[in-house]
C-alpha cells in the first residue's frame, strides 16, 4: 500500500531540490523563465545563460571562500547569483553584498583595463521575512539599487538585489495573474502539491512538474535528494528550537524585571505573588536573580 504522506514532488527549498530545477544546464529552461518572470516590465530580457563556477575561492591563500547555489551569465555578459536563503541570518545584507563582489571582480581583464563592468544581480528567495516589519505585508518583491538619497534617482544601474518574501505570498491559484506570480506559486506550493494545478499549464511548468516529480528519480537521485531533505528539516529544527527558548527567555526576563520593579515599589513577595499569579517560591527565586 503507497505511502500517501510520502510527497510526490521535491522541496525547492532544499539544496539538492533548488539546483536540480535551476542548477543544471538539462534545466536551464527553467532558470531563464524565472528570471525573465522576475524582470518583467524591465529592460531586463534573458536569452540564454552560461553557468559558471558556484565555488568561489578568492584572490589568494587564505581568502574566505563563496559557494553560490546558482551563478550564471546571460548572453549579454550580466551575471546573475541565485540563492536559496532558508532562514534568517544576522548579517543577511552583509552577505548579499560581500557576494556581490565576486561577479564584479571577476570582470577586471589582466592589464589595461577602462573599468567597464557589465551589469550584476543578486537575486534572493528568502523563507523568511525581513525583520521588524521593513516592508510592507503586501510587498514581498523588492528590487533594490545605489541611489542618491536626497532626490532618489537611480545613481548606478548595473548594480541590482532582487529580494522574494516567500513567506508573504498567499495567493491561491485562482488569484494568478502572471507568470511572476505563477512562479511564485510553484515555489511556494511544489512540495504540497498532489498535481499540477490548471493555472501552470504552461510548457516550461510541464518541464518542471516532470523534472520534480520524486517517483521518477534513480535510487542515486532519491538517496541524494532524502539527505538534503534530511538537512533541511534539521536545519529548520534547530532554529524553531532556538527560537522557542529565545521566547522563554524572554518572558521569563520580563517577569523577573515586573517582580523587581514591584518589589521596589514596597509590595511584599505575597503582595507581587498574588498580583503576578506566580507562587511564592517563584517570585524568591527571581528576586535572587
Not at 55 to 81: P, Q
Not at 245 to 259: R, Y
Not at 272 to 278: E, K, S, V
Amino acid at each position: 500500500m503507497a505511502d500517501d504522506t510520502k510527497e510526490r514532488f521535491i522541496n525547492p527549498y532544499t539544496d539538492f531540490g533548488f539546483k536540480k530545477l535551476f542548477g543544471t544546464e538539462m534545466n536551464k529552461d527553467l532558470l531563464i523563465s524565472f528570471l525573465n518572470a522576475l524582470f518583467n516590465g524591465s529592460k531586463k530580457e534573458i536569452e540564454d545563460v552560461q553557468y559558471l563556477n558556484g565555488e568561489n575561492l578568492g584572490d589568494g591563500y587564505g581568502d574566505r571562500r563563496s559557494i553560490f547555489d546558482v551563478y550564471c551569465m546571460a548572453k549579454d555578459g550580466s551575471r546573475f547569483i541565485v540563492e536559496m536563503q532558508k532562514a534568517e541570518q544576522t548579517y543577511f545584507k552583509d552577505r548579499s553584498v560581500y557576494y556581490a563582489t565576486t561577479p564584479i571582480r571577476q570582470q577586471a581583464p589582466k592589464g589595461k583595463w577602462d573599468y567597464h563592468l557589465e551589469e550584476v544581480y543578486t537575486v534572493g528567495i528568502l523563507n523568511f521575512e525581513f525583520p521588524n516589519n521593513e516592508y510592507p505585508a503586501d510587498r514581498y518583491r523588492h528590487e533594490i539599487k545605489l541611489e542618491d538619497v536626497d532626490d532618489h534617482h537611480v545613481f548606478y544601474d548595473k548594480l541590482t538585489f532582487v529580494y522574494l518574501e516567500m513567506p508573504k505570498f498567499n495567493k491561491t491559484e485562482d488569484e494568478l495573474n502572471s507568470m511572476f506570480e505563477k512562479w511564485m506559486f510553484v515555489l511556494r506550493n511544489l512540495s504540497r502539491l498532489l498535481e499540477r494545478p490548471k493555472a501552470l499549464q504552461d510548457r516550461v511548468f510541464q518541464k518542471l512538474f516532470d523534472q520534480a516529480e520524486i517517483a521518477k528519480y534513480s535510487d542515486a537521485e532519491r538517496r541524494q535528494y532524502e539527505a538534503s531533505q534530511k538537512e533541511y528539516w534539521d536545519y529548520t529544527s534547530t532554529l524553531e528550537t532556538a527560537e522557542r527558548k529565545g521566547e522563554v527567555k524572554g518572558v521569563l526576563k520580563e517577569k523577573e524585571e515586573t517582580v523587581h520593579r514591584l518589589m521596589a515599589m514596597g509590595l511584599t513577595i505575597e503582595q507581587i505573588a498574588q498580583g503576578t499569579n506566580m507562587s511564592i517560591d517563584d517570585v524568591k527565586r527571581l528576586l535572587q536573580e
